[in-house]
């Protein structure tokens, strides 16, 4: 069983940058693709962003309401997934979880996201 430690949030204003980290125990991390997921208050928990986890290509896929905005990336010595993003916008306040699309484990505390003016 994989956990993970989500970290970086905040309270930020419109238009500023946050980078998430999200550190992962246990083997397997390398060849694992991974996934940002955010879940709004009352909403359920959904897909932002995904990184292939064959070691070498990185091809990476996003949410069209993330796209050109957020960066997914990955490094693999630290077992450790990132999320950048910029101009956030209040719709992207939310908590930010962490997890393997493919073997999903337990999900995390997360880390909590908070875009206002």
């Known amino acids: 069983q994989v956990r993970f430690v989500e970290s970086g949030g905040g309270l930020v204003q419109p238009g500023a940058s946050l980078r998430l980290s999200c550190v992962a125990s246990?083997?397997?991390?390398?060849?694992?693709?991974m996934g940002w997921y955010r879940q709004a208050p009352g909403q359920q928990r959904d897909w932002v962003a995904r990184?292939?986890?064959?070691?070498?290509?990185?091809?990476?896929q996003y949410a069209d309401s993330v796209k050109g905005r957020f960066t997914i990336s990955r490094d693999n010595a630290r077992a450790t997934l990132f999320l950048l993003m910029n101009n956030l916008k209040p719709e992207d306040t939310a908590v930010y979880y962490c997890?393997?699309?493919?073997?999903?484990?337990?999900w995390g505390q997360g880390t909590q996201v908070t875009v206002s003016s």
């Open positions: 997890n393997s699309p493919d073997y999903p484990s337990d």
């Open positions: 246990g083997s397997h991390f390398r060849m694992r693709a």
């Open positions: 990184i292939s986890g064959d070691g070498r290509t990185n091809y990476v």
